[in-house]
């Protein structure tokens, strides 16, 4: 099985600030890669895809990068409602392996 | 719009049985390879089982394989999750989750939940 290390498990930072979660595949996964968005109590929410694509609908402001084993979702300009806990998920191959997790808050 | 649906989720005591279903809108069902992730109270994401669509290849995680089943009825856009010799460690929050063309779980539904105590 593929298993998936974020980093950190979570993060706090000011309103306005940009932060970056890294990702990384025990191996290559090509850009098979997808970053989820969840709020408290709700389902996951598709934000990224093929490492670097914006799901429809999706804030500019989440941006993904990486190929291979290293991955990087980054947020910029922090706001409040985006106060969650980000996964990152291989779909390379079965079984589907997700991260543990970064959950983000805000200082 | 693309909608899942869980239900079937509640209580049941341990060794016992339960069977989830997933209702789908919005969508050609029968196109798309379907999945279940549960999600244990406090815990992360784990991806649990998929079906294809013509429902002839399907996968199972370890920690399930042999004693939960994946269907799908494709006349009636719904999935399916039977779930046997339940144990207090599957207990969680169960998704259902569309794939996608590029193979990503693009839609997922709310979640139903298990919970597995005498």
């Known amino acids: 099985d593929i298993q998936m290390t974020q980093s950190p498990s979570s993060l706090s930072a000011f309103v306005g600030d940009s932060v970056t979660i890294t990702c990384r595949a025990s191996q290559d996964i090509s850009n098979f890669l997808a970053w989820f968005q969840q709020k408290p109590g709700r389902a996951p929410k598709s934000l990224i895809y093929?490492?670097?694509t914006l799901q429809d609908g999706v804030s500019s402001k989440f941006s993904g990068s990486g190929s291979g084993t290293d991955f990087t979702l980054t947020i910029s300009s922090l706001q409040t409602e985006d106060v969650a806990t980000y996964y990152c998920?291989?779909?390379?191959?079965?079984?589907?392996?997700f991260g543990g997790g970064t959950k983000v808050e805000i200082k | 719009e693309v909608e899942l649906v869980e239900s079937g989720g509640g209580l049941v005591q341990p060794a016992g049985s339960l069977r989830l279903s997933c209702a789908a809108s919005g969508l050609r069902f029968n196109n798309f390879v379907m999945s279940w992730v549960r999600q244990a109270p406090g815990k992360g994401l784990e991806w649990i089982s998929a079906?294809?669509?013509?429902?002839?290849?399907?996968d199972y995680a370890d920690s399930v394989k042999g004693r939960f089943t994946i269907s799908r009825d494709n006349s009636e856009n719904t999935l399916y999750l039977q779930m046997n010799s339940l144990t207090a460690e599957d207990t969680a929050v169960y998704f259902c989750?569309?794939?996608?063309?590029?193979?990503?779980?693009?839609?997922w539904g709310k979640g139903t939940t298990v919970t597995v105590s005498s």
């Open positions: 079906i294809s669509g013509g429902g002839g290849g399907i």
């Open positions: 998920q291989q779909y390379t191959s079965y079984p589907l392996t």
């Open positions: 989750a569309k794939e996608s063309w590029a193979r990503d779980l693009d839609v």
């Open positions: 093929s490492a670097s």
